[in-house]
């Protein structure tokens, strides 16, 4: 199993908010450093999993800055700068650089769905737009557009696109897309369920939701496959994927934000159009991170 830059489990953070629905950035520093000793070698902040479609700029930058302070030089902390207008990417993307970031992420453009060209000459003027290395996010469940492995591989021979979350469901394109990928561009799953399946055809590890509850078993399945020990790595696949259905059960991040308060966080809820859990999606996850909670993985204030 490839190292990867970012190491192999990159949370894809929640934002925690207050009742009023404002971000609760204290919450958010607390969160960072309690993922960082649970598991996570990087974070993406502001993506989707962080409600990024729902937060404003300012909020964006202020998040970027909260999380640098808090776990800056120990963790990797990779901002979400892609939208579907290239320009605004751009500008956004070096008013985060300023921001003190590692890296920053782009999702392939959505709603406008333009060709592949296009999606190689959006990617390229983020890339160019400061000195920060850059992961392409690739979710065409989401955005409507899938980024193909051709388009992948021209993209990966710019010095400053350096990996790729690729969500696309199919093993079959991230298999493509790491066999053709050259020294020094990192291939990730961004999907739990396949990490294992990805890290076996040539991923380096996953941006992961599931991290936030069980990020310690999540790296300790990883190393285990890194170590040749595919029985431990498979077991631990196997007692993951209760949780891996939970925490999917609705649109994410709903059910992970419910699973973050029971553990002890002001995770607060979604913003508007994500909505509360019903009564029995709750009960049907409080079954799913009951062995967390019996355990003791609660935070303490």
Same mark, same amino acid.
Request: charged share 20%; proline share 6%; with cysteine.
């Given at each position: 199993?490839?190292?990867?830059?970012?190491?192999?489990?990159?949370?894809?953070?929640?934002?925690?908010?207050?009742?009023?629905?404002?971000?609760?950035?204290?919450?958010?520093?607390?969160?960072?450093?309690?993922?960082?000793?649970?598991?996570s070698s990087a974070l993406v902040v502001a993506g989707t999993t962080g409600e990024g479609p729902t937060l404003d700029d300012a909020e964006k930058l202020s998040l970027f800055r909260t999380v640098v302070s808090a776990v800056g030089g120990k963790l990797s902390v990779i901002a979400n700068a892609g939208?579907?207008?290239?320009?605004?990417?751009?500008?956004?993307?070096?008013?985060?650089?300023?921001?003190?970031?590692? +890296?920053?992420? $782009?999702?392939?453009?959505?709603?406008?769905?333009?060709?592949? *060209?296009? #999606?190689?000459?959006? &990617?390229? /003027?983020?890339?160019?737009?400061?000195?920060?290395?850059?992961?392409?996010?690739?979710?065409?469940?989401?955005?409507?557009?899938?980024?193909?492995?051709?388009?992948?591989?021209?993209?990966?021979?710019?010095?400053?696109?350096?990996?790729?979350?690729?969500?696309?469901?199919?093993?079959?394109?991230?298999?493509?897309?790491?066999?053709?990928?050259?020294?020094?561009?990192?291939?990730?799953?961004?999907?739990?369920?396949?990490?294992?399946?990805?890290?076996?055809?040539?991923?380096?590890?996953?941006?992961?939701?599931?991290?936030?509850?069980?990020?310690?078993?999540?790296?300790?399945?990883?190393? +285990?496959?890194? $170590?040749?020990?595919?029985?431990?790595?498979?077991?631990?696949? *196997?007692? #993951?994927?209760?949780? &891996?259905? /939970?925490?999917?059960?609705?649109?994410?991040?709903?059910?992970?934000?419910?699973?973050?308060?029971?553990?002890?966080?002001?995770?607060?809820?979604?913003?508007?159009?994500?909505?509360?859990?019903?009564?029995?999606?709750?009960?049907?996850?409080?079954?799913?991170?009951?062995?967390?909670?019996?355990?003791?993985?609660?935070?303490?204030?």
């Open positions: 199993m490839k190292q990867g830059r970012f190491g192999p489990v990159v949370t894809a953070m929640i934002t925690p908010l207050h009742a009023d629905g404002r971000v609760n950035e204290s919450e958010t520093a607390r969160l960072a450093n309690w993922l960082g000793e649970h598991g939208s579907n207008d290239t320009k605004r990417s751009v500008e956004f993307a070096k008013k985060a650089a300023a921001c003190g970031v590692d +890296a920053l992420m $782009a999702v392939g453009p959505y709603y406008n769905k333009p060709p592949q *060209r296009g #999606l190689v000459a959006h &990617f390229t /003027a983020i890339a160019d737009a400061t000195e920060l290395g850059v992961m392409i996010y690739n979710i065409p469940g989401r955005t409507g557009v899938n980024i193909l492995p051709d388009t992948i591989a021209t993209l990966a021979a710019h010095p400053k696109i350096v990996a790729v979350k690729e969500s696309s469901g199919d093993v079959n394109q991230l298999a493509q897309v790491a066999a053709r990928a050259p020294s020094g561009f990192d291939v990730y799953s961004g999907d739990d369920y396949l990490a294992l399946p990805s890290v076996a055809l040539g991923a380096c590890g996953v941006v992961s939701v599931v991290s936030h509850v069980a990020g310690l078993e999540i790296a300790a399945m990883l190393e +285990a496959f890194r $170590a040749g020990d595919d029985d431990k790595a498979t077991a631990l696949h *196997r007692s #993951l994927m209760p949780l &891996f259905a /939970a925490l999917f059960a609705v649109t994410s991040p709903i059910p992970v934000k419910a699973a973050m308060r029971a553990l002890g966080f002001a995770a607060g809820e979604c913003r508007l159009p994500l909505v509360a859990l019903t009564a029995e999606e709750e009960r049907v996850l409080r079954a799913a991170i009951a062995p967390w909670l019996r355990a003791g993985v609660v935070a303490s204030a």
